[in-house]
């Protein structure tokens, strides 16, 4: 089996079908990574697999019911009775809310019968010999680095009894870099987002987290208070994330979220930030390319398997500071009365400033530069107010200049109460969310600068 092309296995599968309707998704993935501790390569490796789902259709007199059966490592032996148990889960399920007919129409990918794409350690060729470099000059600098580099390429085929033949080809990489001092009482990190390893520089990171562990070297103690604080855009990036996984039409319409119009409806139209902020998402984004086209290995408030194939359009969620879209598939849009929104494989937040996080620090009297976020948790859906961890550097700046690291906090915010309360955007950068790096890393943020960020209580982590 793991010699036959995927898409020979999407037809079998589709064939072997007897249900009224068939989806069937491969998911052939490879993956490559590095890891050093205390500047020295520690382990690397490649892995492959492949993921095989069937979504089964079965029309019945109260409606159309649906079974949906992922197993990995398939063999020959295992494909009809993969089948079968999707058949068998639909034909044992009730109606689905979601039912909708299967998607047509949509041209087929030319390069459906192609091989797969796959990454090998060779994606490294030239990010390794910098890497080594990034050690000997942190070794130098009393200073030491840990960290991982993966790259990961999945290719999915999609192919439905109703014509469809997809395929999508997702490159994703991450590089995570810590430095510590040798007595470890001063951390600082930096990430990065790539889709091929070629547009990342350690050296340049290290360098970057030199500087900050200067910084750290003096140390400041604050309480907890409403501080102006700087979110570089890592920090924004999660929130925002999240924001967007909160942003399902249905529950905005039923009254269960942040988005929620009080006496009913939703907040579409209204003002969320006096910024002109635009908040959108793009399969054709440069850098940040997504699958354009639904792929749905399960069904949930964002998305529906009878929607799988469904063209993704270029989206903007927030525009000019205003609420303009909400998450839809066909289901809760003809449920809401909504437009069709299909959800998202990248998220790019577009402020119209032009200053870098450190132009940002030199025009600040006084208040607070964050490094990242983490272990982000919901209070409250109703306001979508969450709370976290500051992590690995928060820095104190005055007149202009950063004079010292102060201490963690926990942190009680909204993030759609902080766009509302944004005095500055900074300048658009790709970037890698902390928190959410290994759901989610396609995203470009600008800083933002918060008059009054929550700063609820003293943190004693590092």
């Given at each position: 089996m793991s010699r036959t092309k995927p898409h020979e296995i999407v037809e079998r599968a589709l064939e072997l079908s007897t249900a009224d309707g068939c989806v069937v998704i491969a998911d052939e993935e490879s993956s490559a990574n590095l890891r050093w501790a205390g500047n020295a390569l520690t382990t690397n490796g490649v892995t492959r697999g492949r993921t095989l789902t069937v979504i089964a259709t079965v029309d019945g007199k109260e409606g159309t019911a649906s079974g949906v059966v992922s197993r990995s490592a398939v063999t020959a032996a295992d494909l009809e009775p993969l089948?079968?148990?999707?058949?068998?889960?639909?034909?044992?399920?009730?109606?689905?809310?979601?039912?909708?007919?299967?998607?047509?129409?949509?041209?087929?990918?030319?390069?459906?019968?192609?091989?797969?794409?796959?990454?090998?350690?060779?994606?490294?060729?030239?990010?390794?010999?910098?890497?080594?470099?990034?050690?000997?000059?942190?070794?130098?600098?009393?200073?030491?680095?840990?960290?991982?580099?993966?790259?990961?390429?999945?290719?999915?085929?999609?192919?439905?009894?109703?014509?469809?033949?997809?395929?999508?080809?997702?490159?994703?990489?991450?590089?995570?870099?810590?430095?510590?001092?040798?007595?470890?009482?001063?951390?600082?990190?930096?990430?990065?987002?790539?889709?091929?390893?070629?547009?990342?520089?350690?050296?340049?990171?290290?360098?970057?987290?030199?500087?900050?562990l200067g910084w750290a070297e003096r140390k400041v103690e604050l309480p907890a208070g409403r501080y102006e604080t700087l979110l570089p855009p890592t920090a924004v990036a999660d929130l925002l994330i999240y924001q967007m996984w909160s942003a399902a039409a249905r529950d905005a319409v039923e009254g269960r979220t942040v988005f929620s119009k009080p006496g009913g409806g939703t907040r579409i139209g209204e003002e969320l930030s006096r910024l002109p902020l635009t908040l959108r998402s793009d399969p054709h984004a440069p850098g940040l390319e997504s699958a354009p086209f639904v792929i749905a290995h399960s069904s949930g408030d964002d998305a529906s398997v009878f929607d799988n194939g469904l063209p993704v359009p270029a989206t903007e969620w927030i525009s000019g500071g205003e609420l303009a879209r909400l998450t839809t598939t066909r289901h809760s849009s003809a449920l809401t009365g909504l437009p069709l929104s299909p959800s998202f494989g990248n998220l790019i937040l577009d402020g119209g400033g032009d200053k870098s996080l450190e132009e940002m620090v030199a025009g600040t009297e006084r208040g607070l530069l964050l490094t990242c976020l983490w272990y982000i948790r919901e209070v409250d859906p109703a306001t979508l107010l969450l709370t976290g961890?500051?992590?690995?550097?928060?820095?104190?700046?005055?007149?202009?200049?950063?004079?010292?690291?102060?201490?963690?906090?926990?942190?009680?915010?909204?993030?759609?109460?902080?766009?509302?309360?944004?005095?500055?955007?900074?300048?658009?950068?790709?970037?890698?969310?902390?928190?959410?790096?290994?759901?989610?890393?396609?995203?470009?943020?600008?800083?933002?600068?918060?008059?009054?960020?929550?700063?609820?209580?003293?943190?004693?982590?590092?």
């Open positions: 089948v079968r148990a999707a058949e068998a889960a639909a034909r044992g399920a009730g109606p689905a809310e979601d039912a909708q007919p299967l998607v047509t129409g949509t041209p087929a990918s030319p390069d459906f019968t192609d091989a797969p794409a796959e990454t090998s350690s060779a994606v490294f060729a030239d990010f390794a010999p910098a890497l080594g470099e990034a050690f000997a000059r942190a070794r130098a600098g009393g200073r030491e680095l840990y960290g991982f580099a993966n790259h990961e390429l999945v290719t999915t085929y999609v192919g439905t009894s109703t014509g469809l033949r997809l395929r999508h080809d997702q490159p994703n990489g991450t590089l995570e870099l810590n430095a510590k001092s040798p007595d470890r009482s001063r951390s600082a990190w930096a990430g990065r987002a790539t889709r091929d390893f070629k547009d990342v520089d350690p050296t340049v990171l290290d360098a970057e987290l030199a500087v900050r961890l500051t992590r690995d550097g928060v820095y104190l700046v005055e007149n202009g200049q950063v004079t010292g690291e102060v201490n963690n906090f926990r942190f009680n915010e909204s993030p759609v109460d902080l766009l509302s309360r944004a005095s500055e955007a900074g300048r658009t950068e790709k970037t890698l969310p902390r928190e959410w790096g290994d759901w989610f890393t396609r995203a470009a943020m600008p800083a933002l600068r918060i008059p009054d960020f929550n700063m609820s209580s003293v943190s004693k982590g590092v």
